[in-house]
């Protein structure tokens, strides 16, 4: 809650990775239920991973009042742990509903430690 008693609107149950990448990059080969299940398996620079557990996801839209072409932009992030206990940030472009949202492809923003 902020000082007015208000939620506070950072989620701190929502941590946050440890390793940001500079660009999120693109995964190929994702298995999704839409339009708000997390990846139960994905490729990342040539490696498969098996998803077993996952939170999320936590919507993140555009920053409208920087760039007009962001004003329907969304991303829904899910923290994920793979079969080896390695976690990831992971977004879907994209509400899974409304394709001005985004194209529904998946990156990897983010490794936790």
Do not use: M, N
């Amino acid at each position: 809650l902020d000082r007015k008693g208000a939620p506070d609107p950072w989620q701190p149950q929502w941590p946050r990775p440890v390793r940001l990448l500079a660009r999120p990059e693109r995964l190929d080969h994702v298995l999704a239920e839409l339009p708000d299940q997390p990846p139960r398996r994905f490729t990342w620079r040539g490696s498969a991973h098996r998803v077993v557990r996952a939170d999320g996801p936590e919507r993140i839209t555009g920053e409208w009042w920087r760039h007009a072409a962001e004003t329907h932009a969304v991303r829904d992030y899910c923290r994920v742990e793979d079969e080896t206990d390695r976690r990831f940030w992971l977004f879907r472009r994209g509400d899974g509903e409304r394709g001005v949202t985004g194209d529904l492809s998946w990156y990897l923003h983010g490794v936790f430690g």
